[in-house]
T-cell receptor, first 112, second 119 residues
Framework: ETGVTQSPTHLIKTRGQQVTLRCSSQSGHNTVSWYQQALGQGPQFIFQYYREEENGRGNFPPRFSGLQFPNYSSELNVNALELDDSALYLC???????????FGPGTRLTVT | AQKVTQAQTEISVVEKEDVTLDCVYETRDTTYYLFWYKQPPSGELVFLIRRNSFDEQNEISGRYSWNFQKSTSSFNFTITASQVVDSAVYFCALKVSLNYGGSQGNLIFGKGTKLSVKP
């Protein structure tokens, strides 16, 4: 069984640019949740996608957006990058919207 | 409001010592789940345990044990005979609203406790 994968591993962007992060869910999982983890902090919930629809959102501005595809993989898009967006972005997949979440290795984004 | 507090920022022990990581949570919901995750330097969150709010039985898994007490809103994690490989950041997390298919089901994390086990 293939676990949750994320790409890229690391990314460096400049303030004001846009970035797309990708996540492939674990086999049999139809829900993907995204979290932002700033240095020295716990992960914070960004949003969740269930069957290609947004199914809940945390306290993040609209420039954080996402997609889920028919194969349940997902993208996180961040527009107009700010320095504070520098963080580890974690993706988690689950069998159902409220089910057990399994995390990927994360994408480390640095904004300069 | 939902909140998880891990008061211990960093703990350092010598191998074979026992160590307890504290977790205090806040929620008004009567149905909720509590979790512990381990985050090694690689960054991936590794699931350790899930407990629901209706099951206060303590659990033991090898060198790991968990003490859930609703009266004090605590869900503490003990590692017995710690090993160098236990060095990591440990997160306690809370999840409410377990209506499958219709709710957020998002995890609320504490700030984590960094455990260093020295040989």
């Amino acid at each position: 069984e293939t676990g949750v994968t994320q790409s890229p591993t690391h990314l460096i962007k400049t303030r004001g640019q846009q970035v797309t992060l990708r996540c492939s869910s674990q086999s049999g999982h139809n829900t993907v949740s995204w979290y932002q983890q700033a240095l020295g902090q716990g992960p914070q919930f960004i949003f969740q996608y269930y069957r290609e629809e947004e199914n809940g959102r945390g306290n993040f501005p609209p420039r954080f957006s996402g997609l889920q595809f028919p194969n349940y993989s997902s993208e996180l898009n961040v527009n107009a990058l700010e320095l504070d967006d520098s963080a580890l972005y974690l993706c988690a997949s689950s069998r159902l919207a409220g089910g057990e979440q399994y995390f990927g290795p994360g994408t480390r984004l640095t904004v300069t | 409001a939902q909140k998880v507090t891990q008061a211990q920022t960093e703990i350092s022990v010598v191998e074979k010592e026992d160590v307890t990581l504290d977790c205090v949570y806040e929620t008004r919901d009567t149905t909720y789940y509590l979790f512990w995750y381990k985050q090694p330097p690689s960054g991936e969150l590794v699931f350790l345990i899930r407990r629901n709010s209706f099951d206060e039985q303590n659990e033991i898994s090898g060198r790991y044990s968990w003490n859930f007490q609703k009266s004090t809103s605590s869900f503490n994690f003990t590692i017995t005979a710690s090993q160098v490989v236990d060095s990591a950041v440990y997160f306690c997390a809370l999840k409410v609203s377990l209506n499958y298919g219709g709710s957020q089901g998002n995890l609320i994390f504490g700030k984590g406790t960094k455990l260093s086990v020295k040989p």
